[in-house]
């Protein structure tokens, strides 16, 4: 596997994106929904690269700008996966570089992100690429409908 390219995502992505959020990070979606977010994306505020091989979508990371009161500017890793068959491959190392890039054209210097406390291997990746475990959190949420 050396043959993948990292690139922007595009409006066709929308149905593989929305599959491998299902396979390997277990958020279920619809592609109408994905779709409509990839319309919506302000490049100003994040960006979202995909890995391909030959026209098949192998992964994908998306990052923005988090901004706080208390801290300096950082990007926000908001998901990041790869396919099952495609992983221990290079591809999640590549798409976190292009995140980290994007973060630096931006001029943010700090990266951020946020992994499940069952996710051992991808701490592992993580912690492999010179990030930090800072603390342990819950998080909580609220059905607003």
């Not at 990070?25 to 619809?30: Q, R």
């Not at 505020?45 to 098949?56: I, K, W």
């Not at 973060?103 to 010179?130: C, P, T, V």
């Amino acid at each position: 596997m050396s043959d993948f390219i990292i690139r922007k995502i595009e409006l066709k992505d929308a149905g593989e994106l929305c599959k491998i959020c299902s396979e390997e990070m277990s958020y279920e979606c619809a592609p109408a929904l994905v779709k409509s977010k990839i319309e919506k994306l302000d490049s100003k505020r994040e960006g979202v690269f995909v890995a391909e091989e030959e026209s098949q979508l192998l992964g994908f990371i998306h990052v923005e700008r988090y901004e706080v009161l208390y801290f300096e500017s950082m990007a926000n890793i908001l998901g990041l996966a790869v396919k099952k068959d495609f992983q221990k491959q290079g591809l999640g190392k590549a798409l976190l570089l292009a995140a980290e890039n994007w973060a630096q054209k931006n001029g943010i210097h700090l990266m951020r992100l946020n992994s499940g406390i069952n996710r051992i291997d991808a701490h592992g990746f993580y912690e492999h690429l010179g990030y930090v475990s800072e603390k342990e959190q819950k998080r909580f949420v609220k059905n607003l409908k």
